[in-house]
Nanobody
C-alpha cells in the first residue's frame, strides 16, 4: 500500500505562483514513477508533469512555467507553478505507479487562478 497526500493549493491571481507538495508513505520502496495530474472544469484528468527514466517531463502548456522536483530522503515530490493562468485552474492530483502495476492517487488539491 502507498498513501499520497497533496497540499499547497489555493486561490491565486493570474501571474502568481503556487508550490504543491505530495508526501508519499507506506511501501515507498515499491514506487516506480510519480507525477502530477490536473483535472479542470469539464475536462478529463491529464498529466501535467512527471518523471520518466529519472528525468522530468512536462506537457506543452506547462513547459517554461512549471518545475517538478523531489526530495528522495523525505519521499516528497513538488510542483512549482509560476506565471499561473486561469486555464491552470483545476484539481491537482499526485500519482504514483508501483512495481505491482496499479496507480495510486492522492485526494487532490484545488488550484484556482482568478482575479
Amino acid at each position: 500500500q502507498v498513501q499520497l497526500a497533496e497540499s499547497g493549493g489555493g486561490l491565486v491571481q493570474p501571474g502568481g505562483s503556487l508550490k504543491l507538495s505530495c508526501a508519499a508513505s507506506g511501501n515507498v520502496f515499491s514506487i516506480n514513477t510519480m507525477g502530477w495530474y490536473r483535472q479542470g472544469p469539464g475536462e478529463q484528468r491529464e498529466l501535467v508533469a512527471g518523471y520518466r527514466n529519472g528525468q522530468p517531463n512536462y506537457t506543452d502548456s506547462a513547459k517554461g512555467r512549471f518545475t517538478i522536483s523531489r526530495d528522495s530522503a523525505k519521499n516528497i515530490m513538488y510542483l512549482q507553478m509560476n506565471s499561473l493562468k486561469p486555464e491552470d485552474t483545476g484539481v491537482y492530483y499526485c500519482d504514483a505507479t508501483t512495481i505491482y502495476g496499479p496507480h495510486y492517487w492522492g485526494q487532490g488539491t484545488q488550484v484556482t487562478v482568478s482575479s
